[in-house]
């Protein structure tokens, strides 16, 4: 079992930056590719990148490219989302999740998850 904790949202202006925080606890988490989610109210979740259990790899959404990216520290345990020039519908909770092996896109294919952390940008 890996337990996931997110941390560093808050309410930021059109503009700002946020880094978010994935901790992990009860494995290690080099062996697991981290995905990172984005659910708005009364919308589905919504994919939004992950990172391979190395950090050699990274896949983004469209419409964060450029603007949002995810590194890991697998000394500290901790995945991190950095996410720049921040919009008004980038305002969601923002989850982290965990699985093994191959990459995925699919929120069901994650086994882990974290309890989300809320992101609200200001117009």
């Known amino acids: 079992q890996v337990q996931l904790v997110e941390s560093g949202g808050g309410l930021v202006q059109a503009g700002g930056s946020l880094r978010l925080s994935c901790a992990a606890s009860?494995?290690?988490?080099?062996?697991?590719?981290v995905g990172w989610f984005r659910q708005a109210p009364g919308k589905e979740r919504e994919f939004v990148g992950y990172i391979s259990g190395s950090g050699a790899s990274t896949y983004y959404v469209d419409s964060v490219k450029g603007r949002f990216t995810i590194s890991r520290d697998n000394a500290k345990n901790t995945v991190y989302l950095q996410m720049n020039s921040l919009k008004p519908e980038d305002t969601a909770a923002y989850y982290c999740?965990?699985?093994?092996?191959?990459?995925?896109?699919?929120?069901?294919?994650?086994?882990?998850w974290g309890q989300g952390t809320q992101v609200t940008v200001s117009s």
């Open positions: 009860g494995r290690t988490l080099s062996t697991y590719l």
């Open positions: 999740a965990a699985r093994l092996n191959y990459a995925a896109i699919q929120a069901r294919d994650y086994d882990f």
